[in-house]
């Protein structure tokens, strides 16, 4: 039995039949609104139907029908509830990526209003306006919005003209009772003019007619004049993406129970993404330990990769494919930096068009973006097949564009991937983050970027990164003769604006000073970067409060050596208040 429930508008729904034994746990909360399986047909009716279209292919009544909800199947309570709101605007837009489940929250939606709900699946067949609008009074007529047999609207209208428009408007105007009707994959609506003719009808049918367009892609209709007039309601993908709640009442019903941060990692990584949860947590319950599975699986060997290659990628034009194959050594782009990577200059208009087709390219804000996790590790993995050999190379373009662009530690990690050592090294060093390889912090991975240096990198930076690594590891001689060989090369060069290497010099030197136990060049080294640091932009000291909390406890702890208490503890004490962080931790403690 279904009792109704008042809705926006006047509308009124059925309330959903509960499972006959809800789950407990976590998401029983959210599990105790999840839909069973239809159970024989919930939607309207079929009528009869003409055996062709006006092109004479034949007429597809499965079109018609509300898709089935699996089993598994979540009610998401938030979005049944904002699609119940949004019965107060004429038009409602459902736009997200593939597998994001609007076409599912859409049929779970419908399949509990009272009120008509005609529903069709667009077909890319549908370019053509008779075929169309051949259709979608077919529809109407399946959900009884339609009388059997309407003066002026035939049932396969040979042609689409004004009458025909305006009678069907009329027609829907006068009903007592209004209709909704569901666009689903309405992103196959590709030709202006039936966008045009579309948007009469719901014009002229006024209050009586609800449009839903269930889309990937932005529809043809004038959404800003909608918008603008309040009379469109919008759910996107941030708002179809899965709660963590939500993802908990999903997996527990695929059998796995699983501790909330492991779920609130997957959701990270899936961005809440419907169908990355669904596929991992099928993958998952097959695995002797699920929770590990999920934490390490390799997106590029899972399903994930089979569904967004073919209902992604595989859709793209080569150039696209190419674009999208060569940023996923990114972790975000711009146009300008993706043009470098490609040789090509479109990127900006290749780029913005992904992004509204819900391609898996998110927008970050100003003009940078990033792939999704899950579509970045699968194009990566692809690209080594497709292009192998290049990705060294893609990292060497992205480090010298974000340098010059003056991206540093950006520039680190992409010149370090690629072997450019100079390029890395010069990076870190101009940065002012030679200190975080002193400070011994196990979850700050750039010691390791720098493990494989090759030895034929020379450079002044590249021979300071190499003290700093051999002095953190309290290797006195050899990192004092690296320490001496750059000094000499920066001496050299004799170039203007060292003052970010000059200042790492004599960073090294006060931690060498202390490591010999020889207070006097600990001092001078000290003076020297006291005097640098006015040399260098605040807002690179800014960002490295590590610098003077090691300087002062490599100082006070020579000064502690030779005696002086005082001094000592002069310098201890100021960088026991150095700012909290992870980088200034180990300094801090040693100064206690």
């Known amino acids: 039995m279904t009792s109704s429930t008042p809705s926006a508008s006047g509308w009124t729904r059925r309330e959903a039949e509960k499972p006959a034994s809800a789950p407990e746990g976590p998401g029983a909360k959210v599990v105790s609104g999840v839909a069973e399986s239809y159970r024989g047909d919930q939607g309207p009716g079929v009528p009869i139907v003409p055996r062709t279209d006006p092109l004479g292919d034949p007429f597809l009544r499965t079109r018609f029908a509300l898709p089935a909800r699996p089993a598994t199947f979540v009610r998401r309570q938030r979005l049944v509830e904002h699609l119940d709101q949004a019965l107060r605007t004429p038009l409602t837009l459902l736009n997200g990526a593939a597998g994001s489940g609007k076409t599912l929250l859409a049929a779970d939606w419908a399949a509990g209003l009272r009120h008509p709900v005609a529903w069709l699946t667009v077909e890319a067949g549908d370019r053509h306006p008779e075929v169309f609008w051949a259709y979608v009074v077919q529809a109407l007529h399946a959900a ?33 009772r209004p209709v909704v009707l569901v666009l689903d994959d309405c992103d196959r609506v590709t030709v202006p003019e039936i966008a045009e003719q579309l948007e009469f009808v719901l014009h002229h049918a006024g209050r009586r007619l609800h449009l839903v367009l269930v889309t990937r892609t932005e529809p043809l209709l004038p959404l800003h004049r909608y918008r603008a007039a309040g009379e469109l ?19 527990e019903l695929h059998g796995l129970s699983l501790p909330v941060p492991a779920v609130r990692a997957l959701v990270d990584r899936t ?123 893609l990292h060497r373009r992205a480090a010298r564009w974000l340098r010059g662009a003056g991206f540093l530690p950006e520039t680190v990690a992409h010149g370090a991937a690629a072997g450019d050592w100079d390029v890395a090294a010069g990076a870190l060093i101009d940065d002012l983050s030679i200190g975080r390889l002193l400070t011994g912090v196990p979850s700050d991975d750039l010691a390791q970027l720098f493990a494989p240096m090759a030895p034929g990198a020379t ?80 807002h690179l000291l800014d960002r490295h ?28 004490s100021a960088v026991a208040g150095a700012p909290d962080g992870a980088l200034t931790a180990m300094p801090r403690q040693e100064s206690r």
């Open 545 to 572: 409060p590590e610098l003077p909390a090691l300087l002062l406890t490599h100082l006070g702890s020579v000064r502690l050596w030779a005696g002086r208490f005082e001094d000592a503890r002069a310098a201890l």
């Open 459 to 538: 450079s002044p930076e590249t021979n300071l990164v190499r003290a700093a690594r051999e002095l953190a590891h309290y290797d006195l001689d050899h990192g004092l003769a690296r320490l001496r060989h750059a000094e000499e090369q920066l001496a050299d060069l004799d170039e203007p604006g060292r003052a970010a290497a000059q200042l790492s010099c004599a960073l090294l030197e006060t931690l060498a000073a202390r490591l010999a136990g020889c207070p006097p060049q600990a001092e001078k080294a000290a003076e020297a970067a006291d005097a640098l640091r006015r040399e260098v932009p605040q």
């Open 233 to 251: 309601t919008e759910i996107r993908a941030a708002e179809l993406a899965f709660t963590p709640e939500e993802a908990v009442a999903l997996l």
């Open 271 to 393: 961005r809440g993404w419907a169908v990355g949860l669904r596929l991992s947590a099928l993958a998952a319950r097959e695995n002797a330990d699920p929770e590990l599975y999920l934490k390490e699986f390799e997106a590029e060997r899972s399903t994930i990769a089979d569904f967004l290659l073919a209902e992604v990628l595989k859709g793209q034009t080569e150039e696209t494919q190419d674009l999208l194959l060569r940023v996923s050594v990114l972790e975000r782009f711009c146009p300008e930096l993706a043009n470098a990577l490609t040789g090509r200059t479109d990127a900006e208009a290749l780029l913005v068009g992904l992004h509204r087709a819900n391609a898996f390219v998110e927008h970050l804000g100003r003009s940078w973006y990033r792939l999704h996790p899950l579509f970045g590790e699968i194009l990566r993995a692809h690209l080594r097949v497709r292009l192998p050999g290049l990705e060294p190379e």
């Open 144 to 176: 009884g919005a339609l009388p059997a047999d309407p003066a002026g609207i035939p049932a396969d209208p040979p042609r689409v003209d004004g009458r025909l428009l305006a009678t069907l408007a009329a027609e829907l105007n006068d009903r007592d």
